[in-house]
T-cell receptor, first 113, second 111 residues
Framework: EAQVTQNPRYLITVTGKKLTVTCSQN?????MSWYRQDPGLGLRQIYY???????DKGDVPEGYKVSRKEKRNFPLILESPSPNQTSLYFC????????????FGPGTRLTVL | TQLLEQSPQFLSIQEGENLTVYCNSS?????LQWYRQEPGEGPVLLVT?????EVKKLKRLTFQFGDARKDSSLHITAAQPGDTGLYLC???????????FGSGTRLLVRP
């Protein structure tokens, strides 16, 4: 089954404790992206990647890091989480030529205390 | 800056009624997508419209892209409880593959 998977689905942590949210897709997609969803603000892009070893900032990259060492994986790293990063996070992927038609993972709900 | 405004934000209707959701912007988009999101899940793509004035139908759902490619609408005929969810529009600027999302319309269809 074609899918985007994220882990963990739920995470409660404390300020300053480094964490990683994993994202994996099995569709051989070149394009992958991370979004955060907050009430009233819709989905905002954090980082995206057009291919292995190619990453770029989205609209709200501050406080986040990503890496793309393999085509299928695109982890999101929070080196020092803060309460304003409490949010619902989605990973998405898309394949050429329809990079605008994105497949989303099930989401990771993160709470930073 | 919110480039895409969706209206209404919330809509509660009775099964069988018709409804229209709007997605408006002052910016031109090279394509526009509509997604539906259910609780606990990620958004799922419903349709992509590309050409100004384009109309696409998906069973009881009709999507229209404005002539100037700045706005779009989603019309649902004879809504059913299974249509309940958060509807999101997303515009792609300058064929950049970068999507700008609206804040969504939360639809509740009561049996």
């Amino acid at each position: 089954e074609a899918q985007v998977t994220q882990n963990p689905r739920y995470l409660i942590t404390v300020t300053g404790k480094k964490l990683t949210v994993t994202c994996s897709q099995n569709m051989n997609h070149e394009y992958m992206s991370w979004y955060r969803q907050d009430p009233g603000l819709g989905l905002r892009q954090i980082y995206y990647s057009m291919n292995v070893e190619v990453t770029d900032k989205g609209d709200v990259p501050e406080g986040y890091k990503v890496s793309r060492k393999e085509k299928r994986n695109f982890p999101l790293i929070l080196e020092s989480p803060s309460p304003n990063q409490t949010s619902l996070y989605f990973c998405a992927s898309a394949g050429w030529p329809n990079y605008n038609e994105q497949f989303f993972g099930p989401g990771t709900r993160l709470t930073v205390l | 800056t919110q480039l895409l405004e969706q209206s209404p934000q919330f809509l509660s209707i009775q099964e069988g009624e018709n409804l229209t959701v709007y997605c408006n912007s002052s910016s031109v988009f090279s394509s526009l997508q509509w997604y539906r999101q259910e609780p606990g899940e990620g958004p799922v793509l419903l349709v992509t419209v590309v050409t100004g004035g384009e109309v696409k139908k998906l069973k009881r759902l009709t999507f229209q892209f404005g002539d100037a490619r700045k706005d779009s609408s989603l019309h649902i005929t004879a809504a059913q409880p299974g249509d309940t969810g958060l509807y999101l529009c997303a515009g792609e600027k300058d064929s950049s593959y970068k999507l700008i999302f609206g804040s969504g319309t939360r639809l509740l269809v009561r049996p």
